[in-house]
């Protein structure tokens, strides 16, 4: 089989044995992999394991997993990722609905579950603020999109530049922020994946009960004093060791995300990709979308006359018509943010924040 590998800073297609599975292993023909600056960037440092996110169809598997074979998957994998066949574990794929677009599925497996998974780390609620930093990052612009989605009354994205702020406002950012900015408004989560000197800044703009969930590689350091008096708490994430103790929990995760798309109908190509090819080629063909869930997760944007960019009925079909959309390397549909509660809502009215359905 054909794989890439990087000869000093330059990589080359080079000629390697055939896979085989073993016990436990599949055997995927890769159809998209994902690709990040900072892997590629190791990749000419040092020449470390290629790993990363896949799509594909499982063509072969160990003895006890032959009713994989024939299912298109997709998933993370530690090394491999770059070639036609890659070894993947079954605990770390998920198969694909019907009628998923390949770079949207290839945009949740990985980036959309840790999204997913911080939000739900972090015990977040509809009707609650959020502030993401690193926004702009993979995983960062999918939990703006995620939080907005799921029913967060404010999302601000923090980023290194200005730069990033229409395409995050596109994701559903409220307000985009600067780590030059003086950071004024509280929250009730912060999402940080920057770390560093950025994360006690964090912990400060936290409401009484704020939860932190931090996911850099570049860690921080915080003052346990800052966390007393407001009963605020700092958490972390680890995928791969959720992957090793808890597969049943990224397996929910990845079923809701599939959900949520399916609800908001999919982009297909309208994001960062689609400008950066030019548009050209013929729009894909509209997906069957089914119908909206039931109260109290119906949108009545429509009935109550809400304006707000993210509250399109998602009923409608048409390009830019579905509920608010996710922007990965292309923009994913997810569904209206469900109906706040009584809480929520008063909590909103104290703030002076918009009515959302």
Known sequence: MRKIQFSG?????????????GPGQLLVRIELAGVHLGLVRMLQ??????GGEIVGTVVAAGPDLADWVGKRVG????????????????QLMSEIP??????DALTLVRGGVIALGLLRTA????????????????????????ARALGAVRVIAAVGSLDKAEFLRDCGADEVVTYADAWTERVDVVLDGVGGDVAQRCVDILGPHGRLIAFSAFGGTIDA???????????????????RTRADLLEGWRAEL????????????????????????????PRRRPPPPPPPHHCSARRDGCRTRAHRDPRQSGPGRGAHRLKPGRILGFGCAPRRSVRGEARAARRGARYRC
């Open 258 to 285: 599939w959900n949520l798309l399916a609800w908001g109908g999919g982009g297909g190509g309208a994001g960062r990709g689609a400008r950066g090819r030019g548009g050209g080629g013929p729009p894909p063909p």
């Open 225 to 243: 004093g800052s966390l007393l008096g407001e009963l605020k708490t700092v958490g972390g994430f680890s995928m791969g060791l959720l992957s």
């Open 123 to 146: 015990r977040f609620v509809a009707g609650e603020s959020v502030l993401v930093t690193g926004a702009a990052s993979g995983v960062g612009h999918l939990a703006v999109q995620l």
């Open 98 to 103: 019907a009628g998923v677009d390949a770079a």
């Open 45 to 50: 440092r040092d020449g470390g394991p290629d």
């Open 75 to 90: 998933g993370v994998v530690f090394e491999g990722a770059y070639a036609e066949y890659a070894l993947a574990a079954p």
């Open 9 to 21: 800073r330059s990589p080359v297609v080079v000629t390697a044995a055939e896979l085989v599975p």
